[in-house]
C-alpha cells in the first residue's frame, strides 16, 4: 500500500484524507499573479497620491506630503540626518531597543507561561497578580518607567518588557493548556518522564500557539516602544516622530512612519520565518 | 508476559442530585498471558474505561486492577494503549514515533533502528520513515501508532477501538494485519471495540458487557472454534463466511440486542 504523495498539500489535519485535485489546485493561483496584482494595487495607491497632493493639489502640502516632498525628506534624512542622527542610525537605534525589550519578554514570559501550564499551584499562585496587572494598558508604564530610569534606553527596554510580557505568557499558557491530552497519555504509557514530556510533548503541542504570542508581543514592542520614544528620548524614529511634529513637517513626519512600519513588517517576517523552520510538521 | 486480573471493579460518579451514576458494578476480568481478549458492549458499559484502568489512566473506585500479579497505579511501558484517534506525535516523523518508547527506555541508537526497520517491514512501510504523521492516511497512522506499542515489547497491549476511526476497507486490512502481528508476536491484549466482527474474528475471547450499570454480561470462547477449523491461514473474508462464524457472531450480537434502546 503507498500513501499519495502529500508534498504539496498544507496543513492537512492529522487523519484527514488528501484533499480533492481540484482543491489542491486552488492555491496555485498563487504567486505570479499574486505579486502582480499587489504591485499594481500598489501603484494605483502611489498614483492616486501624486493625483490628489501635486495633480489636482486637492491636499494641501501642509496637510500632507506630496510624492516629491516625502522623496525630499527622505534624501534629507539619509545624509544629513534629522533630530540628531540618520535614518539608519536612528532606525538601528529604535531597533535594537525593540529586539532587546522583546527578548527579555520572551526569555522571562515563555517560561512563565509553562510553568503556569503546567502546575495548577503555580497558574493558582501566579494567576490573581497577573489578572490584576493584565488590564493595565502598556502604555500607562511609560511614566512610571520615565520616573525610575530617565529618558534613556533602559527604560524604553522596560516599558517593552511590561508590554510584550503578557501577550508571551498568556499564549503560552493557553498553548500549554491545549495540548492534546491524549498526546499527554499517548506518552505516559510509552513510558516517558516527566522532563521528556514537556521537551517533547507539551512544549511542541504549545508551539504554535507560543508563536502566536510571539507575534503579538514583537507588535506590542513596535508600539509602545515608539510611544515611549514620543514621550521623552534622546535617539530613535518616535524622536523623529515628535521633532518633525514640533517643526511641522508633514514629510519627514511620512518618512518616519513609513520607517517604522517597514521594521514592523521586517521584523515579523523573520519571527514568522523562524516558526516555518522550527514547526517543520505544519507545512 | 503478564496477565490483567480485574477483581471486583466498580466505578461510580456522583451526579448533581447528590447521587451517584454506577459506571460499573464487580467487574472480575482475567486476561490470561498471550490471550487475546476483546471487549464489546454497548456505548456506556463501561468498556472504555475497563481499558483505561488497566493502563492506568483511570482508577476504579472499588476493586483493583493487576497487571502480572502487581497493582495498578499509573501508566507505565509495561502497558501500552494503542488509542482509537492514533495519538502520534505531529512533531515526530514515523521512525521517531515508533522509537519513541525505545528512547524513553535508554535503549542504544542501533537497537531503535534495528526495531524500527523490523516493524516497519512488518507494516509494509518501507521508505516512509521520513514522513511526518499528516502525509500518511489514517490507516498508515494507525500501523504506526501499533509498532510504537509493540516496539516497546509491552508486557500487555491495550487498544481502545484502534480501527473504529478508519474506513470500511482500511479497517478490514488492518484486522487482518493484526492477526497475522498477534499470531507471530503474540501478546496478553484487551481489545475494546464495538465491532462484533472484529471481535469475533481476532480474539480468543470476547467479552460481552451489558449497561446501567456497566456489568459483565458474558464471555464467548472463540479459541477452540478459530484453532480447529484454522481461521489463521484463511483470509478474512473466508473466515467471516464460515457457518461457525456466523454461529458465534450471531450469539454476541443477540447477548448486545436485547440492551440497545431506540434512542441509540
Known amino acids: ?283 | 508476559m503478564k496477565d490483567i486480573r480485574f477483581e471486583g471493579i466498580g466505578k461510580a460518579f456522583p451526579t448533581r442530585g447528590g447521587g451517584q451514576f454506577v459506571a460499573l458494578d464487580d467487574v472480575t476480568l482475567t486476561v490470561a498471558e498471550r490471550e487475546f481478549v476483546a471487549v464489546v458492549g454497548p456505548s456506556g458499559s463501561g468498556k472504555t474505561t475497563l481499558m483505561r484502568m488497566a493502563a492506568g489512566l483511570d482508577h476504579p473506585t472499588s476493586g483493583q486492577v493487576a497487571v502480572g500479579g502487581k497493582r495498578v497505579t499509573a501508566p507505565g511501558p509495561d502497558r501500552a494503549v494503542v488509542f482509537q484517534q492514533f495519538a502520534l506525535f505531529p512533531w515526530k516523523t514515523v521512525r521517531e514515533n515508533i522509537a519513541f518508547g525505545l528512547r524513553c527506555q535508554g535503549a542504544p541508537r542501533a537497537k531503535q533502528d534495528e526495531v524500527v526497520a523490523r516493524y516497519l517491514r512488518l507494516m509494509n512501510m518501507e521508505g516512509t520513515e521520513d514522513r511526518y504523521p499528516h502525509q500518511l492516511s489514517g490507516g498508515m497512522q494507525q500501523r504506526v501508532a501499533i509498532a510504537r506499542s509493540y516496539a516497546i515489547e509491552p508486557d500487555v497491549l491495550l487498544m481502545d477501538e484502534p480501527f473504529g476511526a478508519l474506513d470500511a476497507q482500511t479497517r478490514t486490512v488492518m484486522q487482518e494485519e493484526l492477526v497475522r502481528l498477534t499470531r507471530r508476536e503474540p501478546r496478553t491484549t484487551l481489545f475494546i471495540t464495538h465491532a462484533v466482527e472484529e471481535a469475533v474474528y481476532l480474539s480468543d475471547r470476547v467479552v460481552v458487557l451489558a449497561r446501567d450499570p456497566g456489568r459483565l454480561r458474558e464471555i464467548v470462547d472463540i479459541r477452540p472454534t478459530r484453532i480447529a477449523e484454522g481461521w489463521d491461514e484463511m483470509a478474512i473474508d473466508a473466515v467471516m463466511d464460515l457457518p461457525s462464524f456466523t454461529h458465534l457472531r450471531t450469539h454476541v450480537w443477540r447477548l448486545l440486542r436485547d440492551q440497545i434502546r431506540p434512542d441509540d
Do not use: C
Not at chain 1, 31 to 60: D, F, M, N, Q
Not at chain 1, 73 to 95: C, E, K, P, R
Not at chain 1, 205 to 212: E, N, R, S, V, Y
Open chain 1, 1 to 283: 500500500m503507498s500513501a499519495p504523495d502529500l508534498s504539496v498539500q498544507r496543513r492537512a489535519d492529522a487523519g484527514a484524507p488528501a484533499p480533492p485535485r481540484a482543491a489542491r489546485r486552488l492555491p496555485r493561483f498563487g504567486i505570479g499573479r499574486r505579486t502582480l496584482v499587489g504591485a499594481l494595487s500598489l501603484l494605483g495607491l502611489l498614483v492616486l497620491w501624486w493625483v490628489l497632493t501635486t495633480g489636482t493639489g486637492l491636499v494641501a502640502p501642509y496637510r500632507f506630503p506630496s510624492p516629491a516632498e516625502f522623496r525630499g525628506a527622505l534624501d534629507q534624512f539619509v545624509t544629513d540626518g534629522y533630530a540628531g542622527g540618520t535614518l539608519w542610525v536612528q532606525a538601528w537605534h529604535s531597533t535594537r531597543l525593540v529586539l532587546m525589550g522583546f527578548a527579555v519578554a520572551v526569555v522571562t514570559g515563555v517560561p512563565l507561561g509553562l510553568l503556569m501550564g503546567v502546575s495548577p499551584r503555580a497558574e493558582a499562585l501566579l494567576n490573581p497578580a497577573f489578572l490584576l496587572v493584565r488590564p493595565i494598558p502598556p502604555l500607562a508604564w511609560i511614566p512610571l518607567a520615565i520616573v525610575w530610569l530617565g529618558l534613556g534606553d533602559a527604560a524604553k527596554v522596560l516599558v517593552i518588557w511590561f508590554a510584550a510580557f503578557v501577550p508571551s505568557v498568556i499564549n503560552t499558557w493557553t498553548g500549554v493548556r491545549g495540548v492534546d491530552r491524549t498526546l499527554i497519555a499517548a506518552a505516559r504509557v510509552h513510558g516517558a518522564g516527566s522532563r521528556r514530556l514537556l521537551t517533547e510533548v507539551i512544549i511542541p503541542g504549545a508551539l504554535p500557539m507560543i508563536f502566536t504570542g510571539l507575534r503579538l508581543s514583537l507588535q506590542a514592542s513596535w508600539t509602545t516602544l515608539v510611544a515611549a520614544e514620543l514621550v521623552g528620548a534622546f535617539f530613535g524614529l518616535g524622536r523623529v516622530l515628535d521633532a518633525a511634529y514640533r517643526d511641522i513637517n508633514p514629510a519627514m513626519i511620512t518618512v518616519a512612519m513609513v520607517a517604522v512600519g517597514i521594521l514592523g513588517a521586517a521584523t515579523t517576517r523573520l519571527l514568522g520565518e523562524a516558526e516555518r523552520r522550527l514547526i517543520p510538521w505544519r507545512s
